[in-house]
């Protein structure tokens, strides 16, 4: 069928074959013309998607970094919060470990000074212990000496 209609044109008159030819050639030249167009489409477009992909893979890769950072940034910050808050219970730590301290050399004190008042009581009671029996020593003496003068007075009464 179509050799047919091609021959049927080409052996119609008018038609000139070299006509013809820069026809073909010009329709091959539009085709060819035509296939690089499309081709250099398909490039553009290609380089157009490996663009956006490396774009957006670079976004990607900066909205990573930028949450990594803000990760940071706030496992920084609690951890400031921790050493704050250690410090403060060291402090703290250190506080009730010098009152212990403190309440422990008052009573210390406190014992030391019940220890010094016993003393003190016990050195007055044997003191007055001393003084006590010091005087009823001198008291059995007198008595005595008083004996023995009435005795001898008595003895000299007699012999006279």
């Not at 406190?110 to 010094?116: G, K, S, T, V």
Request: aromatic share 2%.
């Amino acid at each position: 069928g179509s050799t047919r209609a091609r021959r049927t044109v080409r052996n119609e008159p008018g038609n000139d074959p070299a006509n013809t030819d820069a026809y073909i050639a010009t329709v091959r030249h539009r085709r060819q013309q035509t296939d690089t167009d499309r081709d250099e489409r398909a490039r553009q477009r290609k380089r157009l998607l490996v663009e956006q992909m490396s774009q957006q893979v670079s976004v990607e890769q900066h909205q990573a970094d930028t949450l990594l950072m803000t990760k940071l940034v706030r496992q920084a910050q609690r951890e400031r919060k921790i050493a704050a808050r250690l410090m403060a219970i060291r402090r703290e730590k250190e506080v009730v470990r010098q009152n212990r301290l403190y309440r422990q050399q008052q009573a210390q004190r406190l014992r030391d000074q019940a220890f010094e008042a016993a003393l003190d009581r016990e050195a007055e009671l044997a003191r007055r212990q001393r003084e006590e029996h010091a005087d009823e020593l001198q008291a059995q003496q007198q008595q005595r000496t008083a004996a023995r003068e009435a005795r001898a007075a008595a003895l000299n009464q007699a012999k006279k």
